[in-house]
């Protein structure tokens, strides 16, 4: 133990990076561990750099070396089954399958590590061999404490958990079996075979004879010829819409009497389950917690301290280790940097003189309604917009804020909304000026999770490429990337297909000199059900991070 703080071991970068020393300032040793999951066998690089691998003079386009892309594929790498899985009674049994705490203690000091071992069993009760489960695991207590815990693949049937003991007090483990290697490469399939799955509605409109106008609403999807989105492409099928800045293109069949470009509104249009009755056994077995030993571990205060007090000064580049931070009582600790807590007063003192601009999903959409509460003097302009969508504007002219929303564009599952609303974050941030007085947050995930990777990968890229120039022309703009939120556990959104996106978008941004909102572990690891869009409790927490981001001080 160390004298006067608390020395721990915490992940610096979802990447893999070289060691490095926080600043000296810092009362936290950081080390880095793996991933969950990340180990990755030399003899599969291979096997993962497949033939739909994006091509090397793509990513020369933006920046990216082959040794950059390597280290993606080293952290996309995820283990499977290494045999034949004839009968769904050869998965992971959450019922059979425990959790022991390595070398239990009856008590443990403040900043002390706990280990906790993961045996995973069939359904046969017989010792799985092969990796690739995902699970999530946390550490509680009954006052609103929790930390999220970092599990890693053992490759042999067995995971690690470390958790780091944070507050003075008890606790408790539980480990949930999310999904089970089986059900992964169920996950797996549909994404490679089946991502026409979602799928979208255009509406035409036009002028038709004696003042009438002409309807038809046709089925639309992204212009992307595997994956299963090749089948909408006949000869002559459809109308095409190539954006002339990002390239990116998207395709609707073509209306039976109006032009191609009397497109004028979008929507989601709905679902398709390929999923086989045999593949929705293995994914039935989802989400479940797993057994295992039920102590009360207890913690005690360090010899000369007893809290971690966290005194790095927000600012960008910042990594996000394992744990990212917890809650004590409802009140989110970070240990990625020395975070405030902000009244109704200090929210308007910090946002003053702000442009926000913040683009992306509903998730987003929440912080946008969160400040509308927060900031009484913050009006909502009516901009007579779908209000799913957007785009949304709030503006306090006393205090010179004005607080923009906007989705990103399609595949984006919303209501009937126009087609001139919706921008490519790119493009948005290409068109903004910057400079000290300019937030801008952005996120991607839900939305994207039945898609290809190499397809989230290419738009993720050019967001970069938009922000790297941005921070070259007004490198005092402050660019916030809010990480994926848990929740979702189906073959149309699984936390596991967020998982990977989410990795692919701390990759793109981890040397760009932008700030993470770790917002993975603050909605794994809390109390409350988990659902996409999570309670007050956690928005808030949220946006304490946010604004020690744009105030530090």
């Known amino acids: 133990m160390c004298v006067g703080m608390i020395c721990f071991l915490v992940l610096r970068s979802q990447m893999g990076n070289e060691m490095k020393k926080q600043s000296p300032h810092s009362l936290l040793l950081q080390h880095f561990a793996k991933l969950h999951n990340s180990s990755f066998p030399a003899a599969d690089i291979s096997e993962i750099s497949s033939k739909e691998s994006l091509t090397n003079a793509f990513y020369s386009e933006f920046g990216i070396s082959s040794e950059s892309y390597s280290s993606l594929q080293r952290a996309l790498y995820w283990a499977g089954p290494d045999r034949s899985i004839t009968s769904v009674s050869m998965s992971t049994s959450p019922a059979h399958s425990t959790f022991i705490i390595q070398n239990l203690k009856d008590s443990y000091q403040i900043g002390e590590e706990l280990n906790v071992t993961i045996h995973t069993r069939d359904f046969q009760n017989k010792a799985k061999p092969y990796g690739g489960d995902f699970f999530q695991a946390k550490l509680f207590s009954s006052k609103k404490d929790s930390v999220f815990g970092e ?77 299963g989105l090749e089948t909408m492409a006949t000869e002559d099928c459809c109308c095409e819409y190539k954006d002339s800045r990002t390239g990116e293109e998207w395709r609707c069949q073509k209306p039976k009497t109006l032009p191609c470009s009397a497109r004028v509104y979008h929507s989601m249009g709905g679902y398709i389950n390929r999923v ?72 308007t003192q910090c946002l003053k ?14 912080w946008f309604e969160f400040f509308l509460k927060a900031v009484p003097s913050l009006k909502q302009m009516n901009l007579h917009v779908q209000y799913q969508a957007g785009p949304l504007l709030a503006v306090d002219v006393e205090n010179n804020i004005d607080f923009h929303w906007r989705a990103h564009n399609a595949p984006l599952r919303c209501r009937k909304t126009k087609v001139a609303d919706l921008h490519y974050i790119s493009n948005e941030i290409e068109d903004l000026a910057g400079g000290p007085n300019t937030v801008i947050v952005f996120n991607l995930g839900p939305h994207f999770t039945t898609y290809p990777l190499d397809f989230f990968n290419r738009r993720v890229l050019r967001i970069r490429k938009a922000v790297v120039d941005l921070l070259q022309r007004a490198p005092e703009t402050t660019v916030i990337i809010k990480t994926v939120n848990t929740g979702y556990k189906d073959v149309f959104g699984s936390d596991w297909y967020s998982l990977q996106l989410d990795r692919i978008l701390r990759w793109a941004f981890q040397d760009v000199g932008v700030y993470i909102l770790d917002v993975w572990q603050m909605t794994a690891c809390h109390y409350s059900k988990e659902n996409i869009h999570p309670g007050t409790v956690i928005i808030k927490n949220e946006m304490d991070i946010f604004l020690s981001f744009i105030c530090p001080e």
């Open 151 to 227: 599990v890693v693949d053992l490759l042999n049937g067995s995971y690690s958990v470390r958790f780091l003991l944070p507050w003075v007090g008890q606790a408790k483990v539980a480990v949930r079996l999310i999904h089970s290697s089986e059900a992964v490469q169920v996950l797996k399939h549909h994404r490679d075979t089946d991502s026409d799955r979602v799928f979208f509605n255009g509406y035409f409109e036009g002028p038709g004879l004696n003042g009438t106008r002409l309807k038809e609403i046709v089925k639309c999807n992204v212009k992307w010829d595997k994956n």
């Open 276 to 347: 086989t009755a045999k593949e929705a056994r293995f994914m039935k077995q989802t989400n479940k917690g797993i057994n295992g030993q039920k102590s009360i571990i207890n913690i005690l205060p360090a010899d000369e301290s007893e809290g971690i007090d966290v005194r790095e000064k927000c600012r960008p580049g910042l990594h996000s280790p394992v744990p990212a931070g917890f809650y004590l009582n409802d009140v989110w600790t970070s240990f990625v940097c020395k975070t405030r807590h902000f009244t109704t007063q200090t929210t």
């Open 353 to 366: 003189d702000k442009h926000i601009y913040t683009m992306g999903d509903s998730t987003l959409r929440q």
